[in-house]
């Protein structure tokens, strides 16, 4: 392929990119950048095909993004294309993969003895909103305990701990009190030890870490990422306005569904300042969607304001097609539950944000939130595997989080990578495909 074929669809002017779809990704609280999540594509793609009904894709080299003048970083974002061929359709999208995981590292502590010290202030926070819990424990039970399980694994290894050093004591005559002292100490110190060898397999540290970063969210700005998000929706509102693509669809996956909020707030909002959009042959289409979404746990905690009414806002915007696909049984995301309503609930704050109505229900989308999600619904992972690969997915809450991204086992309505080659409108392939 040569250069021009490269870049025709962000070169062209006036005209439609041969490119069909703009997907911009935004990541979830993760340290590895472009580059894994691009290897991660290429080698899912090629498991897909076999699931596919003849459908094969190909995932092209990754180069870098190239900003326009609103952008303060060049370079910084990454692209590639992605496209389906065979059966009856052949279609491509450009897929840029907004990086912001060098302000992940900056909240990702590598030990992970200072992770569980975080937590501590973590977890009297949530004590703290324990009453706002109960529409939480209704509608999203699994996750409530997800998010509780790092909490009981500490205080089972340290009453593990307690309980073998009393034993040793007791069965060790002839020890002066000091030794007791010592020996209960070193023995408690061996089994925390050994827990966070443990967390290695069973990820305790990763859900803390993202818990950790949500209480810290609520608490500070972003300036760094909240400037790339702005530029970036400058930059894609401009290629808007000269319809390079037939559609632009924001993709957040995990916490990524937050920043994913922000940007496509920050795309309508730049595309309504611009006086020619008023006069544009047909409104640009902008479609979100969020994959295993976190935004609920965002918007716990008192000083998430600033998250409520961009939330608030894009809920309320009918230029918008927001879909939510996330699973009941990923138990790291809000799966089929009022996303809006969980995170707009009336709950007294005193951070300056007006109240609004209680959730009385559990009911998966309430009409006074407005108009969005749209759309939501479950990728159904247990029809994408045989009985005995799915029991061990749901044993590994990690593994099962990223399934999103990642090829089935057997056929089934979800695949991400024919959602995003998809022909015709997103919104058509999302309510004939995956909506019930």
Known sequence: MTSREKNISFESSGKTSDCERLVIF????????????????????????????????AIGSREKWNEGEAAQEKSLHSRWRVSQAGSENTASA???????????????????????????????????????????????RFTLWALMYPLFYVLLVLLAGIGMGSLLVNLWDGLSKAGAFALMLAVIAAVCWSGFVLDRYLHISWLLRILNFAHASSRKTFPVLDARIEAMAAEVAQAMQQQRWREVVVVGFSVGSVQALKLTQALRRKLAEDPLSSHASRKPLVSLVTLGNCIPLFALFPGAGALRQTLREVAMDDAVYWADISSPSDSVCFGMCDVVGLSLR????????????????????????????QAICSPRFHKLFLPTTYRWLRRNKMRMHFQYLMAGEVAGAYDYFELLTSAGPMRDYIERKLVR
């Open 26 to 57: 935004m990541g979830g609280f993760d340290p590895r950048g472009a580059r894994h999540y691009h290897q991660l594509m290429r080698a899912e793609s090629q498991k897909q095909p076999s699931v596919s009904e003849g459908r094969k894709y």
């Open 346 to 373: 009336e709950d007294g704050r005193k951070d300056g944000v007006s109240a609004v109505n209680s959730v009385a229900d559990s009911s998966k989308r309430r009409p006074q939130w407005g108009f969005n999600p």
């Open 94 to 140: 450009d897929f840029v993969f907004f990086d912001w995981h060098d302000q992940v590292r900056l909240h990702w502590p590598q030990s992970r003895a200072e992770v569980f010290r975080q937590a501590q202030g973590t977890y009297i926070a949530v004590w703290n909103l324990r009453q706002w819990l109960k529409p939480v424990r209704e509608q999203a």
